[in-house]
C-alpha cells in the first residue's frame, strides 16, 4: 500500500475515481458554455451596442486573454496550494464574472468582466486535467482525459440549446446570468467529492497531508496508512524559485516547446472555427438560425470526437492518433470553407470539423500529464493551456481583421488550415517517451 501510485494505475477504478473524473467532465462542461455564450448572444450584442468587427473581435478575445492570464500566473499556484483549493477558488471567480456580465452596461463593461471570467475558467482548467489523468488508472487514463475533453463540446451543445432559448424569452443578459448561477452550484459539488492530488499530498506534504490522504483511501474502500509514502516515487517538491524554470530542466526542454507550440497552433484555429463560425455562416447567405445550427454541429461532433478518441485511445499510441486527428480536422477546415454556401454540405463539413477538432484536443489535453512529475504537473499544464490560449486570443482578433479588410468567409478557413499541419509536426516531436516520475514504462508507452 505504500506505492499508492502503483495501485491507481494498476488497479481497477473504484467509483469514488469515477465520481471524481465525472466531476471533471462537469467542470469542463463550463468552459464549453462560456465560450459559447459570447458566439450566440454576439449578434444580439452587436446589435444593442452597435459593434464593428474588430470590437466584437475584442469581445471574443477578451474571455482568451483572461483565460491566459488564469493559465499562465494562476494554475501553477496549484503546484503549491493544492488542486482543490485552487478549483475552488477559480470557480467563485467566474460565478462572479458571469453574473455580473449579466447587468454589464457597456461594451467596455463587458469586455473587462469577459476577462475576469477567464481568468477564473484558466486557472481552474490545468488542475481539473491533471485530477482526471492522476485519478484514473493507466488502462483508462487517456480516455478518462478524452472524455474529459469531451465535457466541452456537451456543455456548448446543452449551453447552446438553452441560450437559444433564453434569448428568444429573455435577451442576452439571462444567458449570462445562468452561466453564473450553474457555476456557482458547481462550488459546494467540489467541495463534497472532488479529492485533492493524491500525487500533490505526497510531493509536497501540506499540513494534515496523511489524513486528508487516508480520508481519500477510505473513499476508495482502501487502507488506511501509518505515514506518508516516500517521495521519490511521485516526484520532489515543487522548486521555491520560479517553478516555470522546472519545465525546462531534466530532459523537459523539448517536449515543452513542442507541446507548447502544438498547443498555440491548435488554439489558433480551434478558437477561430468556435467563435465565427455561426456568424460567418450567415455572411455566407444562410440565415442567423441555420448558422446557430451550423455551430452547434461543431460540438455535437465534438461530443463524437472526444468520445471516438476516448475509445481508440484504448488500442492506438497516443501521439499517432493525436497527429491523425490534426491532419483530419485540417483537411475538414478546408472543406468547410470549400462549402460553406450550400446547406447540407456545410453542415456535413461542420460536423467533421468538430469530431477532428476535438479528438485533437483530447490528445493534447492527455500529453501533459504523462510528460511532467508531480512537482511541475500543474504548471506544466497550465503553461501549455496558457501558450494555447495566446493563440486562442490572436485567431478571432485577426479574423476580425481580415474580415474588415475584405477577405471573404472561405479564405479564411483555407488559411486557418495550414497551422494544424504544422501542430501535426509538433506533437511529432514532443512524442519523446519519456516517463514521469511515479509512472510505469506502460504509461509511457502512450507517447
Not at 392 to 403: K, R, S
Request: glycine share 12%.
Amino acid at each position: 500500500m505504500n506505492d499508492i501510485r502503483k495501485t491507481l494505475d494498476e488497479g481497477a477504478m473504484s467509483r469514488f475515481q469515477w465520481v471524481a473524473v465525472a466531476i471533471c467532465v462537469m467542470l469542463v462542461m463550463l468552459d464549453g458554455f462560456d465560450v459559447l455564450v459570447m458566439a450566440f448572444t454576439a449578434s444580439s450584442v452587436a446589435a444593442e451596442w452597435k459593434l464593428n468587427g474588430a470590437q466584437l473581435g475584442l469581445l471574443f478575445s477578451a474571455g482568451l486573454v483572461g483565460m491566459a492570464v488564469g493559465s499562465l500566473f494562476v494554475a501553477p499556484l496549484a503546484d503549491r496550494m493544492g488542486r482543490q483549493p485552487v478549483i475552488v477558488l477559480c470557480l467563485v471567480v467566474i460565478a462572479a464574472g458571469m453574473l455580473l456580465s449579466g447587468i454589464a452596461q457597456s461594451h467596455l463593461q463587458l469586455v473587462g468582466l469577459r476577462g475576469l471570467t477567464g481568468v477564473g475558467i484558466g486557472g481552474m482548467l490545468a488542475s481539473v486535467g491533471i485530477i482526471t489523468a492522476e485519478y484514473s488508472s493507466q488502462k483508462w487514463r487517456s480516455t478518462a482525459v478524452a472524455l474529459q475533453a469531451t465535457g466541452y463540446p456537451i456543455g456548448a451543445t446543452l449551453g447552446g440549446l438553452v441560450a437559444a432559448w433564453l434569448l428568444q424569452h429573455y435577451g442576452w443578459r439571462s444567458v449570462f446570468i445562468f452561466g453564473g448561477l450553474t457555476t456557482a452550484v458547481m462550488i459546494p459539488v467540489v467541495l463534497w467529492r472532488l479529492p485533492e492530488s493524491v500525487d500533490f499530498l505526497i510531493a509536497r506534504r501540506p499540513a494534515g497531508a496523511l489524513e486528508k490522504l487516508n480520508r481519500i483511501l477510505g473513499f476508495m474502500e482502501r487502507p488506511a496508512l501509518q505515514q506518508l509514502p516516500e517521495r521519490a516515487a511521485y516526484g520532489a517538491a515543487a522548486p521555491e524559485g520560479n517553478a516555470v524554470a522546472g519545465l525546462f530542466k531534466n530532459g523537459l526542454a523539448r517536449p515543452t516547446l513542442m507541446l507548447w507550440t502544438a498547443f498555440f497552433l491548435l488554439m489558433f484555429s480551434v478558437y477561430f472555427s468556435l467563435s465565427w463560425t455561426p456568424k460567418l455562416l450567415v455572411q455566407a447567405g444562410l440565415s442567423a438560425q441555420q448558422g446557430v445550427t451550423g455551430g452547434v454541429l461543431i460540438n455535437v461532433g465534438g461530443i463524437v470526437g472526444g468520445s471516438l478518441f476516448g475509445a481508440l485511445a484504448l488500442r492506438m499510441r497516443l501521439a499517432h492518433l493525436t497527429v491523425a486527428a490534426f491532419l483530419v480536422y485540417a483537411l475538414f477546415t478546408a472543406l468547410f470553407g470549400a462549402v460553406s454556401g450550400a446547406l447540407g454540405l456545410a453542415f456535413a463539413a461542420a460536423f467533421g470539423m468538430g469530431v477532428f477538432l476535438f479528438a485533437s484536443m483530447a490528445g493534447l489535453y492527455a500529453f501533459a500529464p504523462v510528460t511532467y512529475p508531480a512537482a511541475v504537473r500543474t504548471t506544466g499544464l497550465g503553461w501549455a493551456i496558457g501558450i494555447g490560449r495566446i493563440g486562442a486570443i490572436l485567431a478571432p482578433l485577426t479574423a476580425g481583421l481580415l474580415l474588415d479588410g475584405g477577405w471573404q468567409p472561405a479564405s479564411l478557413y483555407y488559411a486557418y488550415a495550414l497551422p494544424l499541419v504544422a501542430g501535426a509536426l509538433a506533437v511529432l516531436a514532443a512524442g519523446t517517451g519519456r516517463t514521469a516520475p511515479g509512472q510505469s514504462r506502460t504509461h509511457a508507452a502512450a507517447h
